[in-house]
């Protein structure tokens, strides 16, 4: 029986679980995705390289990953996206009204999406009203 992948057999190491593969562009092969117990911040995963023997562990967001990831995969992103979503700060919970989660729920579907989540002070500035939503890949404009 042949092997039909393209790739030969690499022996991954015990915490990395061969089902969580994805097609990366940096080195042109499968990589896959484990939980490492560490990020640098939210929304990233760790990723392993099994072609790289000088960086073979590195992280990456949602916006990198390929669109067509297998099924098994894109399952786990969701779910790792979901349980990384940061905390509302507590000054901010708005019984009264739902005014904040008005605002919280489009940036909390935005992180998801792609990883991205604004630094504490546009955070800050977008729940008061001094800028628009932080989209992704947009400069922020401050209305004071």
Same mark, same amino acid.
């Given at each position: 029986m042949?092997?039909? @992948?393209d790739?030969?057999?690499t /022996?991954l190491?015990?915490? /990395?679980?061969?089902?969580?593969? +994805? +097609?990366s562009?940096? %080195?042109? $092969?499968?990589? +896959?995705?484990?939980?490492? =117990?560490? =990020? @640098? =911040?939210?929304?990233?995963?760790?990723a392993y %390289?099994?072609h790289?023997?000088?960086?073979?562990?590195?992280?990456?967001s /949602?916006?990198?990953l390929?669109?067509?990831l297998p099924v098994?995969?894109r399952?786990? /992103?969701? #779910?790792f996206?979901? #349980?990384n979503?940061?905390?509302p700060?507590?000054?901010f919970?708005?019984?009264? #009204?739902?005014?904040?989660?008005a605002k919280?729920?489009?940036?909390a579907?935005?992180f998801?999406? @792609? $990883?991205?989540?604004?630094?504490?002070d546009?955070?800050?500035?977008?729940?008061?009203g001094? %800028?628009?939503?932080?989209? +992704? #890949?947009?400069?922020t404009?401050r209305?004071?």
């Open positions: 042949s092997d039909e @992948t790739e030969p057999t /022996v190491p015990e915490d /990395v679980d061969p089902a969580l593969s +994805f +097609f562009e940096r %080195c042109g $092969g499968n990589d +896959f995705l484990y939980d490492s =117990h560490w =990020h @640098t =911040h939210p929304g990233r995963m760790s %390289c099994p790289s023997e000088q960086w073979p562990d590195y992280r990456i /949602v916006y990198e390929p669109r067509d098994t995969t399952y786990w /992103v969701e #779910g996206m979901a #349980g979503l940061p905390t700060p507590e000054d919970f708005d019984w009264e #009204g739902g005014k904040f989660m919280w729920r489009p940036l579907a935005q998801v999406k @792609t $990883g991205y989540w604004p630094n504490e546009l955070l800050r500035d977008y729940m008061e001094r %800028c628009t939503l932080p989209l +992704f #890949g947009e400069k404009e209305t004071t």
